[in-house]
Structures are given as C-alpha cells and as structure tokens.
Nanobody, 114 residues
Framework: VQLVESGGGLVQPGGSLRLSCAASGILFSFYRMDWYRQAPGKQREFVARITTDATRTYADSVKGRFTISRDNTKNTVYLQMNSLRPEDTAVYYC?????????WGQGTQVTVSS
C-alpha cells in the first residue's frame, strides 16, 4: 500500500494550493479518505474527510476555505486550499481508512508566509 502526497510548497497569505494524494495497493473507492496536518510542536489534527459516498466533513478552522474531493478513477484524493493563513503552515498527510485498516502517506509541507 502506498499513499503519495504532492502539491505542497510556499505560498503567501491569501493564496491557494491544491494537494493531491495518490493511492495504490488498495481498493480506493472502498476507503474513507482523510486529510490531517501537523504543525511544528503540535499534535496532528484532523482537517477534512470524504467518505465512500462523498460525504464531506471539515474542521471548523478550515470550513469555507478548504474543499476535499476524490476521483475514484484516478485513485486520488484532493485538498483545495484557498485563503491560506500563516496558521495553516504544517505538514499535510492523507489517511486511507476502511474498517480497522488505516494507511498514511509521508506528508507534504505547506508553508504560508510573506
């Protein structure tokens, strides 16, 4: 099983980024997909979720700014991040979950700074 995140980088406050997480080795459409993030010195925190039937859930801190989506034909989940703030700076991880199985990617760094 492999989850590979991409799309991170350095962006100015107010800017946008689109993260991708490509999955292999799993039946992607059967998995709930989550995004988490971890800032330096802080615990990993939930960001967004999309279920197998495309129900979406967001952390209050990103609601209205971030959008999660999935493309089952490409085995990929996306996180569109708009109106980025310095406090969004973190390593972003995707997580694939089905029943008692869970898999993590290696993370992609997002830095919001002027």
């Amino acid at each position: 099983v492999q989850l590979v995140e991409s799309g991170g980088g350095l962006v100015q406050p107010g800017g946008s980024l689109r993260l991708s997480c490509a999955a292999s080795g799993i039946l992607f459409s059967f998995y709930r997909m989550d995004w988490y993030r971890q800032a330096p010195g802080k615990q990993r925190e939930f960001v967004a979720r999309i279920t197998t039937d495309a129900t979406r859930t967001y952390a209050d801190s990103v609601k209205g700014r971030f959008t999660i989506s999935r493309d089952n034909t490409k085995n990929t989940v996306y996180l569109q991040m708009n109106s980025l703030r310095p406090e969004d700076t973190a390593v972003y991880y995707c997580n694939a979950v089905r029943l008692s199985n869970g898999y993590w990617g290696q993370g992609t760094q997002v830095t919001v700074s002027s």
